[in-house]
């Protein structure tokens, strides 16, 4: 016999019935649609080599110093300077949106020189950033909002660049093109093609130029080279916006590695630059850099300056406080900024050193019949080995040697003690 139920019956409890809505309701996220984004190239050089048991292992991708122990380095210079201000016990409050302005003044003096006619002419507008990747950003930003030459609102790139380039220009709302850079076939500048591609493109262009230890390849043009730019981008009208990670970190000598800007503004270049603390005071984490532009004169720049507040305000209403400072007590200290430089030329010695004995050993140890001459030729932190994606791989699965696929070397992380080993690996892949 078929039972029989009323309506009343087949109801569901009202608390039951809200239970299931709210449970359907959880079910539908707001972030359902969102894909899985693509990994970090770097992060996960470094992922795949901190799960690796080798003890001869090697992570030769992150862009960070490290001491002939393979160690981070925290220099004297900027340990002193921490301990100095610590002292004083100062207060926590708020900085001005621009930044620490006897900060901004050191660090503009560093870059331009400290005798620079713009600066005693009050013709560049300054802003304490979040290292170099926040001065790029604000510049980014600055050009989308402002520039009106008849390139349009497109930067060029140099093909290789860093890869964060392109994401941090096309999010501040620019178009991003490349000119010509690195030659494959000889591991050096193809200084040709670069004039060709600079002279082609738009008269009025914006144009991404690395002051010095080029990222990722280590091939900078010479001053000779530098000084045939500097003339083309007058003829051609275009705009240059130098991005300078490395100062005195390339060659040891900060006026040295200051060279491409200085003369472009000697020559009446009206630069903009991002420059960072990150690699020449290991202030990685403190995220301590300058943006600056340079104007037509000092009316020009308080416009300017007005205009860069009003960017900074809705993005992060005021910079860090804490590693400003360090980089002001080493910069305006005798004795620390003389301690400070003695400290990046011996970084930047041990990183020629390595390409030194690097070189040495593939050329005189392993007998290696390929040419390693760029290893040498190249200079900063990092080395384009040439190396190609399947010889990458063949380092990381045979030797434990960890880099990105395109073959750059982070010279930093090679040592007295490893160096040979790494040759040999190199060896064995390529011969």
Known sequence: MLATYSARSLRMPARMSMGIARSQLRSVSAWAHVQQGPPDAILGVTEAFKADKNPHKMNLGVGAYRDDNGKPYVLTSVRKAESSIHELALDKEYIPITGIAEYNKLAAQLAYGHEAEVLKDGRVATAQSLSGTGALRLGGAFLAKWYQGKGGKKIYLPSPSWGNHTPIFKDAGLEVANYRYFDKKTNGLDFAGMIEDLKN???????????????????????????ELSTLMQQKGHFPFFDMA???????????????????????????????????????????????????????????????????????????????????????????????????AQMADRIISMRSQLRGHLESTYKSALPWEH??????????????????????????????????????GITSGNVEYLAKAIHEVTK
């Open 375 to 412: 290893i040498t030729s190249q200079i900063g932190m990092f080395c384009y080995s040439g190396l190609k994606p399947e010889q990458v791989d063949k380092l990381k699965s045979d030797h434990s040697v960890y880099l990105t696929r395109d073959g750059r070397i982070s010279i930093a």
């Open 201 to 227: 493109i738009p008269s009025g262009s914006v144009v991404l130029l690395h002051a010095c230890a080029h990222n990722p390849t280590g091939v900078d043009p010479t001053p000779e080279q530098w000084k």
């Open 246 to 344: 490395y100062q005195g970190f390339a060659s040891g000598d900060t006026t040295r590695d200051a060279f491409a800007i200085r003369h472009f503004v000697s020559e009446g270049h009206q630069i903009m630059l991002a420059q960072s603390f990150a690699k020449n005071m290991g202030m990685y984490g403190e995220r301590v850099g300058l943006f600056s532009v340079v104007t037509a004169d000092a009316a020009e720049t308080k416009r300017v300056d007005s205009q860069i507040k009003i960017l900074i305000r809705p993005m992060y209403s005021s910079p860090p406080l804490s590693g400003p400072r360090i980089v002001q007590r080493v910069l305006s200290d005798r004795t620390l900024r003389t301690e400070w430089e003695s400290e990046v």
